[in-house]
């Protein structure tokens, strides 16, 4: 899957928060809109809907979302596909951040 090219790809928009992708068949490709990635080694229709963080999040400690939070479906599956969530942070040019700093949960 490593060797696959990301193909860019328009969803069909239905309503503010939900997107769908019809995915021709084997490859990697990545949601002009969202940026959510998926990729699948047969055709593939995926539905996802944008979520409201505070519906499923509570603040523990230091914690805190900072990527979009998204419902997603997949219709005729036919074994296991990679879906690559998309992760938004943005820091201050002078700031002070290693690794161990950043943690990310799933």
């Not at 969803?11 to 769908?20: L, R």
């Not at 995926?46 to 999040?57: A, F, G, I, K, L």
Request: include cysteine.
């Amino acid at each position: 899957r490593d060797a696959l090219q990301l193909q860019d790809v328009t969803p069909e928009i239905e309503g503010d928060k939900d997107w769908s992708l019809r995915l021709p068949g084997e490859g990697k490709y990545l949601c002009t809109r969202t940026d959510l990635g998926v990729v699948t080694p047969y055709p593939l229709h995926v539905t996802y809907r944008s979520e409201n963080w505070s519906d499923y999040w509570q603040q523990v400690e230091e914690w805190m979302p900072v990527g979009p939070l998204f419902s997603i479906q997949c219709e005729d599956v036919e074994g296991p596909v990679d879906i690559l969530l998309p992760h938004v942070l943005h820091l201050a040019d002078d700031a002070e951040i290693t690794s161990e700093d950043l943690q990310a949960v799933h």
